[in-house]
């Protein structure tokens, strides 16, 4: 009796299985990706911020998925404009001063998926991270501009290939 109801207990946990996949997203039947270098339309936003912005797309979406990059004409598309690049003060004090800044990237996105058409879209993201109103931007700027840029990238890749 023992033996039979380890026997059933065995076959039942061998008929109980979970898949989950961590591949990253799907590209369908795509095979290769190019990402164009995102083009500044935002008249604070320095020729630096569009170079980091369009590598750490290109960094997370070869990290995140099958594809090999192309530098031009991929069988998925990526370009975009920096449209807002702003510092605002969030955080206000009792003496009226900020104890943060806010800096906001605004992306404008347009993907092209050349094999599955119905798969295009253009959207608009926004991403912001903070750091104290005592430091100058200027001495600042570059770790903001590259976690910011993680920020996006994420959800660019969330928005065509991460099927969420």
Known sequence: MRYATLLLLALALAGCRVNYGFTGGDPGNARTLSVDLFQTGAPLASPNVAQ???????????????????????????????????VQPVSIQANESAALNRLTITLNVTYVHTLEPAKNTAFTISRFADYSSSQDLITVEENLVREISKQLAQDIFDRTLGNW
């Not at 960094?59 to 449209?83: E, H």
């Open 52 to 86: 980091v912005c369009t590598e750490t797309v290109r960094d997370l979406l070869l990290a995140q998925t099958p594809l090999k990059l192309a530098r031009t004409d991929g069988d998925v598309q990526y370009s975009g404009t920096i449209v807002g690049y702003d």
